[in-house]
């Protein structure tokens, strides 16, 4: 069993920066691949970019991110990041960590075997 802690969200203006942080704890087998989703009012939760450990690590971005965001993990690996610079206000929204043990990026997320954060929300105007 995992448990998220999301933090770091807030308010800025378009092309601003913000850096978001999530402790994991618990079972390292069920964070194999860590990820960050995100949800605006009205629209489906959309993953963002994930990285997977063990065995040598991967990243994958949605392409809306792409160039603009960098997730990162500590060399703990209990602390997940997401550097998200040149913001725009279409990356408002709720954003979430997740947890899945058997992904192998951001397309093979499960959120039926997925652990959430309980988010933290991120505002562009």
């Known amino acids: 069993h995992v448990q998220l802690v999301e933090s770091g969200g807030g308010s800025v203006q378009v092309g601003g920066s913000l850096r978001l942080s999530c402790v994991a704890t618990?079972?390292?087998?069920?964070?194999?691949?860590m990820s960050w989703f995100r949800q605006s009012p009205g629209k489906e939760r959309e993953g963002v970019a994930a990285?997977?450990?063990?065995?040598?690590?991967?990243?994958s971005y949605a392409d809306s991110v792409k160039g603009r965001f960098t997730i990162s993990e500590a060399n703990d690996k209990k602390t997940l990041y997401l550097q998200m610079d040149d913001l725009k206000p279409e990356d408002t929204g709720m954003h979430y960590c997740?947890?899945?043990?058997?992904?192998?990026?951001?397309?093979?997320?499960?959120?039926?075997?997925?652990?959430w954060g309980q988010g933290t929300q991120v505002t562009v105007s």
């Open positions: 997740a947890a899945d043990p058997r992904a192998i990026n951001l397309w093979s997320m499960n959120k039926d075997r997925t652990t």
């Open positions: 618990g079972n390292a087998y069920s964070r194999k691949c």
């Open positions: 990285i997977t450990t063990g065995g040598g690590s991967s990243i």
